[in-house]
């Protein structure tokens, strides 16, 4: 298997590897921004958000790896520089490389997790309008949300799955996607590691988001029958679009780095002849890779007004309470705040 960054001109390696660096850095600032709203404003603090910090985390993680991996520059380490085909580093290259492998890996597989288990909450919150047993379901989002990540990124790395592959990265260390030899696509090895988890969740996130919007819009329509007040209405109509952006915005972060694995599963992005589409696609998923923490950042704090409201009123000095709604003596028993602040 040739080194498929060979047939990439100069301008093109810098494209991809710029535009990957300033998405890290602009995901590890979303990432940021939401863990500290979290922590600076108490107003805006809900199981929801909670489950939003966890995933910020994450993507924090992924941002910082990714970043590492670019910046370490893994090509300039190969074994033997003089063979294009060969992709083995230098020891110590290849020790920092498992390593940021297997935190990205770790870091990605929890980031999707997270996500899926955000629309589930959010489902259960506004569609069924409960949130019981919650230290329950969060021992359980817990589990999922790390422990499977864990053991995931474990079994591939103490099964010598990860490694150097430029052919379907924009630099960093990630699953290998050919067998020990080096030219077979490894088709267990991408499905497995990392593939079923983005498949998963791309089924799951905009089911979920949907039906959220489509209960939201719902209550919308009778607004006196679902008991909602004015206030709560013009909020919940800034909000319910929202939870179509987000599974559209998850999936076209994520597909690209999907369609490659493909492609290089069934070989039609395996030679030089494809080099301009490699390089597109190769582009595309650097940004999609590391781009969840910014796109959250912008969704979940620029353009969500308690936040902005808080940051006013940090950044004013004014002291009005907070401007939270909160349904009590309702039935339905959940915070419209809840779903606003998310």
């Known amino acids: 298997l040739v080194n498929k960054t060979m047939c990439f001109q100069d301008w093109q390696v810098d494209t991809i590897h710029y535009t990957s660096i300033a998405v890290c850095a602009l995901s590890i600032l979303g990432s940021l921004l939401i863990i500290f709203s979290f922590v600076l404003f108490k107003s805006i603090r809900s199981n929801v958000r909670f489950i939003l910090v966890n ?46 492998a297997f935190f990205a890996l770790l870091c990605t597989h929890s980031s999707i997790i997270w996500t899926i288990l955000l629309s589930a909450y959010l489902y259960l919150l506004v569609a069924h309008q409960r949130s019981t047993h919650t230290k329950y379901v969060f021992l359980l989002f ?15 790395l ?28 490894n088709i267990y090895v991408t499905a497995v590691g990392y593939d079923m988890w983005i498949y998963l969740s791309f089924v799951l996130v905009p089911v979920f988001c949907v039906a959220v919007h489509l209960r939201i819009r719902d209550k919308l329509k009778i607004p006196d029958e679902a008991g909602l007040s004015q ?46 589409l490699l390089f597109a696609f190769t582009w595309l998923s650097g940004i999609g890779d590391s781009g969840q923490g910014m796109m959250n950042g912008i969704l979940f704090v620029f353009l969500t007004k308690a936040v902005t409201s808080s940051v006013q009123r940090r950044i004013c000095c004014c002291r009005k309470p907070a401007d939270t709604i909160q349904r009590s003596g309702s039935s339905n028993g959940y915070r419209i705040s809840d779903a606003d602040e998310a």
């Open 55 to 100: 995933l910020s985390l994450m993507d924090f993680g992924v941002g910082f790896a990714n970043l590492f991996g670019i910046l370490y520059d893994y090509g300039n380490y190969l074994s033997n520089s003089s063979d294009p085909s060969s992709e083995a580093l230098t020891h110590t290259a290849q020790q920092v490389c498992l390593v940021q």
């Open 142 to 156: 817990y589990f999922f949300g790390y422990g499977v990540p864990l053991l995931s990124s474990l079994w591939l």
């Open 231 to 276: 206030n709560a209405v013009e909020r919940l109509y800034c909000v319910h679009y929202k939870f179509l952006a987000v599974p559209a915005i998850f999936v076209l972060l994520r597909v690209w780095t999907c369609i490659m694995n493909i492609g290089l599963v069934y070989g039609t992005m395996l030679n030089n002849s494809n080099c301009r």
């Open 158 to 185: 103490l099964t010598d799955r990860l490694g150097y592959a430029p052919y379907n990265s924009s630099g960093w260390c990630t699953v290998k996607s050919t067998d020990t030899n080096g030219i077979n696509p």
